[in-house]
């Protein structure tokens, strides 16, 4: 992507003009955010097989903890279906799965009568009655089976996040109109099955979600409005509490993908992408303090501009990532697809001057 230089008198007319953020340019909104360090990508999937197109969406990231180098991505081409990659970038599996948005997995879950990888999707074929479309991800072979769908209320699917609980697996559904549907999964059976325990609201269109296993604790982005958590238990407040502002400077938006770093028990990082300005941003789980913005620039690898989703998680995957892997999906992948762009996140560490 070209920068150019724009006078400072041009900058501020240019962002007089509109009272709309999103309608003003990339470069302006640039200038106007907080400073953000820089990283680069150490590596990069194949592009989706949809051209010329906003397609590829999210990601989500099953590690293998024996040969972490084997660990695997699966990222959604939202016009056509599932993904399969291994940590080189190559295509590993591909699903016809139509128009499924988001995605999350979480392994050691009861399928069919065993253990395995659930691989959950927001459903989106049918745009006026939300479902969750349930694989299985099969390690050895790298492959996804379809399990069946399971409805998950009116209206448009939009992101989804998965939460295994001590007593359920919950995949939590968020509708392009800010609703948020929490789901109760049962795939132990010959048929999947689904059922909402209850739901919570967002005042505007949301997307991008996780949720932190080990607190119990939601985050959801509003795209115009900012970061949210709220209590992911089956019986926990529904009333959000908000932990970032989309204000122009930290979270410029559409506030887009949300990610979560553990650390110890409780401790860890939260990141949300934040599209209108090509960065991340990263806050404290503690105390929702700003940690800092951080954006994925070109090196030998292409960075990455007006990201949707995003997923990092912590731990060994190989010589490239040895404290862990962040994937963000490329809104401009150059002259190819859109594709996801893979980042160590010992580099972010290392340029935000985060404790080791």
Same mark, same amino acid.
């Given at each position: 992507?070209?920068?150019?230089?724009?006078?400072?008198?041009?900058?501020?007319?240019?962002?007089a003009?509109t009272t709309?953020?999103?309608?003003?340019?990339?470069a302006?909104?640039?200038?106007?955010?907080?400073?953000?360090?820089?990283v680069t990508?150490?590596?990069?999937?194949?592009?989706?097989?949809t051209?010329?197109?906003?397609?590829?969406d999210?990601?989500a990231?099953?590690?293998n903890? $024996?040969?972490?180098?084997a660990?695997?991505?699966?990222?959604?081409?939202? +016009?056509?279906g599932?993904y399969?990659?291994?940590l080189?970038?190559?295509?590993?599996d591909?699903?016809?799965?139509?128009r499924?948005?988001?995605v999350?997995?979480?392994?050691?879950?009861?399928?069919?009568?065993?253990?395995g990888?659930?691989v959950?999707?927001?459903?989106?074929n049918? $745009?006026?009655?939300?479902?969750?479309?349930?694989?299985?991800?099969?390690?050895?072979?790298?492959?996804?089976?379809a399990l069946?769908?399971?409805?998950?209320g009116?209206?448009?699917?939009?992101?989804?996040?998965?939460?295994?609980?001590?007593?359920?697996?919950?995949?939590?559904?968020?509708?392009?109109?800010g609703?948020?549907?929490?789901?109760?999964?049962?795939a132990s059976?010959?048929?999947p099955?689904?059922?909402?325990?209850?739901?919570?609201?967002?005042?505007?269109?949301?997307?991008?979600c996780?949720v932190?296993?080990?607190? &119990?604790?939601?985050?959801v982005?509003?795209e115009?409005?900012?970061?949210w958590?709220?209590d992911?238990?089956?019986t926990?407040s529904?009333?959000?509490t +908000?932990?970032?502002?989309?204000?122009?400077?930290?979270?410029?938006?559409?506030?887009?993908? $949300?990610?979560i770093?553990?650390?110890?028990?409780?401790?860890?990082?939260?990141?949300?992408?934040?599209? &209108?300005d090509n960065?991340?941003?990263?806050?404290n789980?503690r105390?929702?303090?700003?940690?800092?913005?951080?954006?994925?620039?070109?090196?030998?690898?292409?960075?990455?501009?007006?990201?949707?989703?995003?997923?990092?998680?912590?731990?060994?995957?190989?010589?490239?990532w040895?404290g862990?892997?962040?994937i963000?999906?490329?809104?401009?992948n150059?002259?190819?697809?859109?594709?996801?762009?893979l980042?160590?996140?010992?580099?972010?560490?290392?340029?935000?001057?985060?404790?080791?």
């Open positions: 992507m070209k920068h150019f230089a724009i006078p400072l008198a041009s900058l501020l007319a240019l962002a003009c709309a953020e999103k309608e003003v340019p990339v302006i909104r640039i200038a106007n955010a907080t400073p953000a360090v820089t990508a150490r590596g990069e999937t194949t592009p989706v097989g051209p010329n197109a906003d397609a590829a999210d990601p990231i099953w590690r903890a $024996v040969n972490p180098t660990s695997l991505i699966v990222g959604t081409d939202k +016009k056509a599932l399969v990659y291994g080189d970038g190559k295509t590993r591909f699903l016809d799965a139509g499924v948005n988001n999350d997995l979480r392994d050691g879950v009861a399928i069919g009568g065993q253990s990888i659930l959950v999707a927001s459903d989106r049918d $745009v006026a009655n939300a479902k969750l479309a349930l694989f299985r991800l099969d390690s050895a072979t790298a492959k996804v089976t069946g769908k399971v409805d998950a009116a209206g448009e699917a939009y992101g989804v996040c998965m939460y295994k609980a001590p007593e359920a697996t919950y995949a939590f559904i968020v509708l392009k109109d609703t948020i549907h929490q789901v109760a999964l049962d059976g010959a048929t099955t689904g059922r909402i325990v209850r739901t919570m609201k967002l005042g505007t269109q949301s997307e991008g996780a932190d296993d080990r607190t &119990g604790i939601l985050y982005a509003e115009d409005v900012g970061l958590r709220f992911a238990r089956a926990g529904t009333t959000p +908000k932990i970032a502002v989309a204000d122009g400077k930290n979270l410029v938006m559409d506030a887009e993908g $949300v990610a770093a553990p650390i110890g028990e409780k401790d860890g990082y939260v990141l949300v992408s934040s599209q &209108g960065a991340y941003v990263v806050y789980m105390d929702d303090s700003y940690v800092g913005r951080f954006r994925v620039v070109d090196g030998a690898i292409g960075g990455s501009e007006e990201t949707d989703g995003i997923e990092l998680m912590l731990g060994d995957f190989g010589p490239a040895p862990g892997l962040f963000a999906q490329d809104g401009h150059a002259a190819a697809a859109q594709n996801f762009k980042v160590a996140w010992d580099d972010i560490v290392r340029a935000l001057g985060l404790p080791l």
